[in-house]
């Protein structure tokens, strides 16, 4: 079976080709940071507008990179939700009008499913059950997963998301959007233990997550240490300042991240643990996840880091298996901007 993706949530239009759950045939990720940046992070409605110039381009694009042509698509894949409405009502749309006029069956996919299913686009594929870690610009979430589509929210943010506290403590450090990528290079030269920022854990068996104190602290610490920080003789912060404030920064996220993932796979009692989303992406989440698995004794899957952030190869890929599931999605489907599968019932 061929599944054309489409994703256009938020600020990457991307479309990939697969078949089955086997073959990536393309994926491509048109990225509009470069239209954001100046402003500091997404403006919803600037998004919407690029993914409407974009959409066409890209889904060419993945179906010249694949080889095919629209007749040989046998589904199509589209995010529904969570993220922007503007931005989604773009794919959505797109997709029911290919639907209608080529007469392709087609599934609305969560994007945080999404997420979850993208450790299976890489070849260490965890086994069931697991405890799966969602970090993403939108939601820092933990799952107990027993197959593809049994997924149980045990832990989520009480405020800020993990991407999100990257980005913001990016922008207080005068850093390019979005602040993850930049923050986790700088961080390579600075001392993690060099500031220590509070972690915060919250009550003793909570699973949840609270990001929206450490960037204050962040703030606080930049300005109670204006004379410290700062170049002699030279405008502006020193690179061994700014560098040691990104690692230490960085070391409390992941710390807390990686700490409540090995702690909600203890008591669930499961061997395999997960990482995904954009911030799975991080270098040294990624090498602290594998050292406490290691600890831990539990098995550790993560996808390639192309597959973290945002992209399409994930939907189809969750396309795939809701198909599978013979899902068909009907046309008067809408799009939605808060995710179904984080909510605690
Ligand atoms: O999954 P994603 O692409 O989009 C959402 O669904 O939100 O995640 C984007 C988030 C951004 O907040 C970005 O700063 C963060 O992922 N991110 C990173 C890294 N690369 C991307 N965070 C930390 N370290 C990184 N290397
Ligand atoms: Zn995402």
Redesign the pocket.
Known sequence: MIILGIES??DETAAAVMEDDRRLLANVVNSQIDLHGIYGGVVPELASRKHLEDIYPVVDQALRQAGITLDQVDGLAITQGPGLIGSLLVGVSFAKALALVKKIPYVGVD?MAG?LFSVFLGENKPEFPYIALIA???HSSIFHVTDHFHYRLVGRTRDDAA??A??KVAKILDLPY????I??ELAKNGDPAAISFPRSWLDPDSLDFSFSGIKTSVANYIKQNQQLIMNRGEKGRSAAATADICASFQEAVVDVLAGKTMKAARNFNVKNVVLA???A???RLREVFRQMGDQERLAVSMPPQKF???NAAMIALAGFYTFRQQAVTSLDMDVYSRSRITELA
């Open positions: 949530s938020c994007h997420h993403s610009g939108g991407g999100e990257f980005d979005p602040g993850g990528p923050i986790s989303g954009g911030v992406a991080n270098p973290c952030t945002d």
